[in-house]
């Protein structure tokens, strides 16, 4: 397999600013919670088809399977259609900005959005072996190297030396339903524990609260593609031509969150 060069790709400010802001606006992934009624609405029809056919009622067997095939087709089409939908939507938005020439913020008399960002990035097709997570220029930032069947994790920094390791704190390294949501990780300077990643369970969007030095009171939340503290939008991932995209404001980069995106890239 042929890799791009890391040097010729580069995320335009034009295309970054829509994977921020625009994208999650025009999108609306489905929700576990989505899912969870849609299922029990299945099942409860199922039922009552099920006792009209048990009891020999036609009438709940016939409304009963009527209720059940209409939950079943209207079921997937809604999910075809949401799914068919945020693709056009991001399809398009990202073929508008890809249109538009890189500025690379060159107007003075225009404040940069992203000033004071770190922008982290992962090409997903790398292949086995230690993943190389670079900036958007292509230069080496860190590397992360598999320890112990997939249970643990070094980081390491251009140089080669370690930085921090990731163990997973659970039996699995559980994705559940949301992808590149861990269900939990330490993280170990040395023997001093500096940070803890955990996955909570909701029926909304998948909430994981990454708990660092930098606030150990007050975790980063990751949910919906974005990080928040409390309800203050502080950075994102997002996926572009199959890279992984870390984009955060430089003061929330800790053990924590980068432990957090380094145990998405697989």
Avoid at 16 to 45: E, H
Avoid at 66 to 75: E, H
């Amino acid at each position: 397999m042929t890799l791009p060069d890391p040097k010729e790709e580069r995320l335009t400010e034009f295309e970054r600013a829509v994977c921020f802001d625009t994208l999650p606006q025009v999108t609306r992934p489905v929700t576990l919670g989505a899912i969870a009624v849609y299922a029990a609405v299945v099942i409860a029809s199922f039922l009552v088809m099920a006792y009209g056919v048990s009891t020999n009622q036609p009438v709940w067997r016939s409304w009963g399977a009527l209720a059940f095939g209409v939950v079943i087709a209207g079921g997937l089409l809604g999910f075809m259609y949401r799914a068919t939908t945020n693709a056009v939507r991001r399809r398009v938005a990202l073929a508008e900005a890809g249109e538009v020439p890189n500025v690379e913020s060159g107007f003075d008399e225009l404040p940069d959005p992203f000033a004071g960002h770190a922008l982290l990035r992962f090409y997903r097709e790398s292949g086995p072996g230690p993943k190389v997570v670079t900036g958007n220029r292509g230069e080496t930032v860190y590397t992360s190297v598999s320890r112990g069947s997939g249970s643990a994790w070094d980081v390491l920094d251009p140089a080669g030396e370690r930085v921090f390791r990731i163990e997973a704190a659970a039996p699995s390294r559980s994705f559940s339903f949301d992808v590149g949501t861990p269900s939990a990780l330490r993280v170990f300077r040395g023997d001093r524990e500096t940070a803890k990643v955990v996955r909570r369970w909701s029926l909304g969007p998948g909430r994981v609260e990454i708990s660092g030095e930098r606030q150990p009171a007050k975790p980063l939340v990751f949910r919906s593609g974005g990080l928040f503290e409390g309800e203050v939008l502080v950075g994102r991932i997002y996926s572009i031509r199959n890279y992984l995209y870390l984009d955060v404001k430089q003061s929330y980069v800790d053990d924590g969150l980068l432990a957090f995106y380094f145990c998405m890239l697989g």
